[in-house]
């Protein structure tokens, strides 16, 4: 019988992206060294087991707060109690980088010229995305929202579009 962690789930369940695991190894390595495949697994898992040392620990600074949602704070606290210190400066530093990085993205789309889309624009233009992915899918081609499949060659293609209206934006 596998152990079993707090949130019912095995240590197989947690885990990371090998891939992305090991082009991690590989870039903190000079060229000419090599990593054993065993070796790179020992890696992860010991990546995993810090994971959940933090995370554990975190946990525990955020209860003795009385607070139920686990703070960067919490982490950094963490960090210290456990003995990692030298490492909040660099930690906290990436936090503030990746702050940065996605402000944007997550409290909201904006058009390119900073205006907010409006209900109406986003619909056109999930509607525009949807129609672009299904026609990479199709083999097909997206022109200016239009979706025409590929014609073979030699062979002359006629196309005619006709737009329905939305009817639910009608209804609004």
């Known amino acids: 019988m596998e152990p079993i962690d707090i949130v019912g789930k095995t240590k197989e369940d947690a885990s990371l992206p090998k891939a992305t695991m090991t082009k991690i190894i590989k870039e903190m390595l000079p060229p000419d060294v090599r990593v054993a495949r065993d070796t790179q697994d020992l890696l992860i898992e010991c990546c995993v087991e810090f994971i959940n040392l933090i995370s554990s620990e975190s946990n525990e600074v955020c209860g ?9 704070e919490h982490v950094l606290k963490a960090l210290e109690v456990l003995g990692f210190g ?5 930690v906290y530093a990436a936090y503030e980088q990746h702050k940065l990085e996605t402000m944007d993205t997550v409290r909201g789309v904006k058009c390119t010229n900073g205006a907010e889309m409006t209900e109406e624009e986003a619909l056109a233009e999930q ?4 129609a672009e992915a299904r026609a990479r899918m199709n083999g097909g081609v997206a022109v200016g929202g239009v979706v025409a499949k590929q014609p073979e060659v030699g062979v002359e293609v006629e196309v ?3 737009v329905e209206p939305n009817l639910e934006a009608a209804d609004s």
């Open 64 to 72: 003795r707060e009385d607070r139920r949602t686990i703070a960067p």
């Open 86 to 90: 030298e490492y909040i400066e660099e």
């Open 127 to 130: 509607q525009r995305m949807f």
């Open 160 to 162: 005619e579009v006709e």
